[in-house]
């Protein structure tokens, strides 16, 4: 069975200032990697993925990870954060196929003017 | 871009109700998934549904909890006879046909049981 930790549950940064989310996972065979969005009374929205090839992923709103296999980590980067990033976000895991997410507790980044 | 519909974005129930939440998948999309978010925890899989029936639940969804795709479009959960532990956001995702694709998510349904 798979599963994520997500090492913080609340970041607070300053606006314009670099962060970073941190996500490890466990699992006994290949996964795929995703991290999820949340904004206050919204849904889940898909911020990045990786599937295969470059461990380097880019995704929306100028959000990357890393996938990095020796330390089973995903750890999710933005270089200069704006207030509208404030939001709840998730990071999950699932093998190949129709199977379901895994997900992580979540991190609550709190963006300050 | 195609969006996964729910409805009603809000739900309040009394305990013993029955409850049904609705679904629209995107409408190419052939996998549909249930999960819900209790308060404060984490997005927890409820169950999978391919080709008209159930793939994978999860042992969350017991005997109170059914799935159904009435109409080819709709998507729908119901719970039997709800408990107050019921109460939590549900999400709705489908995928396509490509299996390994993200799952796209509904805005939830927020189930409130008094």
């Known amino acids: 069975a798979q599963s994520v930790t997500q090492l913080d549950s609340q970041v607070p940064v300053f606006e314009e200032a670099p962060v970073e989310l941190r996500c490890n996972y466990s699992?006994?065979?290949?996964?795929?990697l995703f991290w999820y969005v949340q904004y206050p009374n919204q849904g889940l929205q898909l911020l990045l993925k990786?599937?295969?090839?470059?461990?380097l992923v880019k995704g929306i709103n100028g959000f990357e990870a890393e996938f990095n296999k020796s330390q089973t980590s995903f750890h999710l980067r933005k270089p200069s954060v704006h207030i509208s990033d404030t939001a709840e976000y998730f990071c999950?895991?699932?093998?190949?196929?129709?199977?379901?997410?895994?997900f992580g507790k979540g991190t609550r980044l709190s963006v300050i003017a | 871009e195609p969006e996964v519909t729910q409805t009603p974005s809000h739900q309040v129930t009394q305990m013993g109700q029955e409850v049904i939440l609705r679904c629209v998948p995107i409408?190419?999309?052939?996998?549909f998934y249930w999960y819900r978010q209790i308060l404060g925890q984490k997005v927890e899989f409820l169950v999978s549904?391919?080709?008209?029936?159930?793939?994978?639940k999860s042992e969350i969804f017991d005997d109170q909890f059914s799935v159904e795709r009435p109409d080819g479009s709709n998507f729908t959960l119901k719970i039997r006879s709800t408990k107050l532990e019921d109460s939590a956001m549900y999400f709705c995702?489908?995928?396509?046909?490509?299996?390994?694709?993200?799952?796209?998510f509904g805005d939830g349904t927020r189930l409130s049981i008094l």
């Open positions: 990786y599937l295969s090839g470059s461990t």
């Open positions: 409408s190419n999309h052939l996998y």
């Open positions: 995702a489908s995928t396509p046909r490509d299996r390994n694709q993200p799952q796209h």
């Open positions: 549904f391919y080709n008209n029936e159930i793939s994978e």
């Open positions: 699992s006994s065979v290949s996964v795929y």
């Open positions: 999950a895991v699932r093998v190949s196929g129709n199977t379901p997410l895994v």
